[in-house]
Each structure stands twice: as structure tokens, then as C-alpha cells.
């Protein structure tokens, strides 16, 4: 019975993840992530991902702040900022997120303002996506591990 | 678990974002190195012994006492092109220029490709130019050149102080004595020939030059073309 609880669970996880996959939202980067993590570093997956939702978020805050001000003209600031996000977007393997901040970089590469505004309400969208989904990764994962734990007791 | 015959790397990695100092900090763990991180080319260079301005072999400098990093030896310093304040290609220069730590090659990160920024840099003296992400392939294709520093600074100790004392490691590299690093590395290929036979030594560069020109090749094409051309992925077959 608790046999079949982490199977089932590890069954959710994998069709999860190559529904993402599949979608484009991540790439085989999340891959080389995941290799990344081992006994001595357990959680690393969990916390760098965790890292890089804070400074996204904070992130599209300034962008945000930016491009609602009605003098706004500081397109370097925003190239900045997406240089950021498109690095550590592709570090972690969501691709999708790193190609509409490259569309969006674009955008403020011309001066184009309507073009950025689109441009982050696409980002904002799609990152809010796959945090979303993440999310539901960690819980199957911690479920799975719960799971686990309790088969093989110490 | 005791690590056996493989030599430890110390790597010195810069960036601003910490995001990017866990991300590169995990990966170098990974390929078996030793990793300080620091959040700016200000505190890297610090570490490094040098500040702006003045190196600690500079006789007109204050005498400081830098004993803590010399004794650290740096094996490579990977850093981020944009950075606020100094960025990575000012970090480049500085150590270029500075006789103490002009042979540890340096490694530049960035997230874009812009083959003119590339160019500047290797032509400045950066090892690499990575694109971001930076995977562990591409570390380990650093480590003949971390090996080959290595392998020099010790040279370069046998040569300075013959009687080690406790501390003396790279100490003795930066004696006030030394004035040209150069000027030693002229000094040693007569012996390094009488030691170690020179068509080893050339091998070893050729791979180099080799596997050097292979990357910048590919930071560079891949400016042509989005497709990073890796497989791509089709489905997959584990989760965690």
C-alpha cells in the first residue's frame, strides 16, 4: 500500500515534468540542474530555485515600476535587469520565461515602450506559470519522499 | 571518502547576482574545486591581494599584511561581464596588469552574445568567454588549465625557496624580489627542459589551444543561429 503511494507519486512527478518538457517551459538544462544535487548537496534544487524566484521577483517589481512611470526612459536599466532574468532563467532550464525576456530585451533594445509593456505583461505571465509549477513539483516531491520515508523506516 | 589522487582547484568566482554565485558556486563543487565566491570585482581583487591602485609587492605601498590570501593560492577566477561598478572585463584588466596575478587565467561569464564584448575580452587575456547557462562540460575542460598554473606556481616555489618553511607556499612567489613574473618564467624554460621532457610540455599547450579555440568558435557561432544545437530534448525518462 505505501508501496504503491510513491510509485503513484513518483508516476505524477514524471508526467508532470515531461508535460513541461513538452510544453517548452523547461529544457534539458532542468536536467543538468537536477544532476547537480547529490548527498552532499540534498536540497540544492529546492533552494536555487527558491533563490531565483526572489530575485525574479524583484526583478520584474523594478521593471514594473519602470515602465508604469509616464517619464520613463531608462531602457539600459531594463536591458539590465533582463540580461539577469534571461541568465538565470536559462541556468535553471525554463525556457520559456528566457525567451520572452529575449523578445522583451528586443523590445527595449529599439526604445519600442508599447513593446515592453506587452513585453513584460508576457513575462510576468509566463514566469507566474512555471512558479506555479514548480510548485506543484516540490509537493509531489516532498509527498514522494514523505512517502518514502515512511516505507523505509529508520 | 577520501579524494585521492586528484589535485584540488581553488576557483574564485565573481558576481553580483546571488542567484548566479549558488548556481556556479554548485557547479564547481561538482567538478571537484574549492570555491570562494564574492559579490563584486572590488572584493575579488581584495582577495586577491591586490587593491586599486597599488599591488602588495609595490615598495611605495602600505605595508598591509594580505598573508591570509597569499597562502590561498588561486588556480581561476570565473566572473560575470556585467556587473555594477567594476564589471568583469575591468576585473580582467586589473589582474592582467598586475605581476602578481597575471598567470591566473580568467573566465568570463554573460548571458549575452555579442561577438565584439567576446573578442575585447580574449583579446584582453580571458582564457574563455562562456555563455551562460555554464555547464560542467565546460568546466572540466578547464582543468588542463588550471593543472598547467598549478603546476607552474609550484615550479616557481622550488625555484624562490628551495627550504620550504610552514606557511611558505605561494609566499614565496610574491617576494619583493620578484619584480616580472615574466622575467622568472624566461628564467625557468631551461630548467623545465632539463626536468621534464619539452615535447610534453608543447602537447599540453596544443590541447589547449585546441580546446580554447573550439570554445571561442562556439560562443561565437552560436551568435549565428538560436538553436544552440544540442539534442533537443524529446521526452524524458527520470524525474529527481
Do not use: W
Request: net charge negative; with cysteine; glycine share 4%.
Amino acid at each position: 500500500m505505501l508501496g504503491l503511494g510513491v510509485d503513484r507519486l513518483q508516476a505524477d512527478i514524471n508526467r508532470l515534468l515531461t508535460s513541461l518538457f513538452h510544453q517548452g517551459v523547461l529544457d534539458e538544462q532542468f536536467l543538468q540542474l537536477q544532476q547537480l544535487q547529490d548527498e552532499t548537496s540534498p536540497t540544492f534544487v529546492y533552494d536555487v530555485i527558491n533563490i531565483y524566484f526572489d530575485e525574479s521577483e524583484k526583478l520584474l517589481r523594478s521593471l514594473r515600476l519602470l515602465l508604469m512611470d509616464r517619464e520613463f526612459s531608462d531602457y539600459k536599466k531594463i536591458g539590465l535587469h533582463l540580461n539577469q532574468l534571461v541568465g538565470s532563467s536559462s541556468s535553471i532550464g525554463a525556457r520559456r520565461v528566457r525567451n520572452v525576456c529575449v523578445a522583451f530585451r528586443s523590445a527595449s533594445e529599439l526604445n519600442n515602450r508599447p513593446g515592453c509593456l506587452r513585453g513584460l505583461e508576457i513575462v510576468e505571465h509566463e514566469y507566474h506559470y512555471l512558479k506555479n509549477m514548480m510548485h506543484e513539483l516540490f509537493q509531489l516531491e516532498q509527498q514522494r519522499l514523505l512517502a518514502a520515508g515512511v516505507r523505509y523506516p529508520m | 571518502m577520501v579524494m585521492a589522487a586528484e589535485p584540488q582547484f581553488h576557483v574564485l568566482a565573481v558576481d553580483d547576482s546571488l542567484f548566479d554565485r549558488k548556481f556556479i558556486e554548485r557547479l564547481l563543487q561538482k567538478a571537484s574545486c574549492q570555491v570562494t565566491t564574492v559579490d563584486s570585482g572590488y572584493k575579488a581583487l581584495e582577495f586577491l591581494g591586490l587593491r586599486e591602485g597599488f599591488e602588495i609587492n609595490d615598495p611605495d605601498a602600505v605595508s598591509t599584511s594580505p598573508v591570509i590570501h597569499q597562502e590561498v593560492e588561486v588556480n581561476l577566477i570565473i566572473t560575470d561581464y556585467c556587473m555594477p561598478g567594476m564589471t568583469g572585463y575591468d576585473l580582467l584588466k586589473k589582474v592582467k596588469e598586475s605581476s602578481a596575478c597575471k598567470n591566473i587565467p580568467v573566465v568570463i561569464m554573460s548571458s549575452e552574445n555579442v561577438p565584439a564584448r567576446i573578442s575585447r575580452c580574449l583579446e584582453e587575456g580571458a582564457e574563455e568567454f562562456f555563455l551562460k547557462p555554464v555547464r560542467l562540460a565546460d568546466l572540466n575542460k578547464l582543468k588542463p588549465l588550471m593543472m598547467k598554473t598549478k603546476l607552474k606556481n609550484q615550479k616557481l616555489e622550488e625555484i624562490e625557496a628551495p627550504s620550504k618553511d610552514e606557511s611558505g607556499t605561494v609566499a614565496a612567489v610574491v617576494e619583493p624580489e620578484v619584480k616580472d613574473l615574466t622575467e622568472i618564467g624566461i628564467k625557468i624554460l631551461p630548467l623545465q627542459s632539463e626536468v621534464e621532457p619539452k615535447q610534453v610540455h608543447l602537447q599540453v599547450v596544443q590541447q589547449e589551444e585546441q580546446t580554447m579555440s573550439n570554445n571561442k568558435r562556439k560562443s561565437v557561432e552560436e551568435g549565428l543561429s538560436t538553436d544552440r544545437s544540442r539534442p533537443r530534448f524529446e521526452g524524458i525518462t527520470t524525474a529527481v
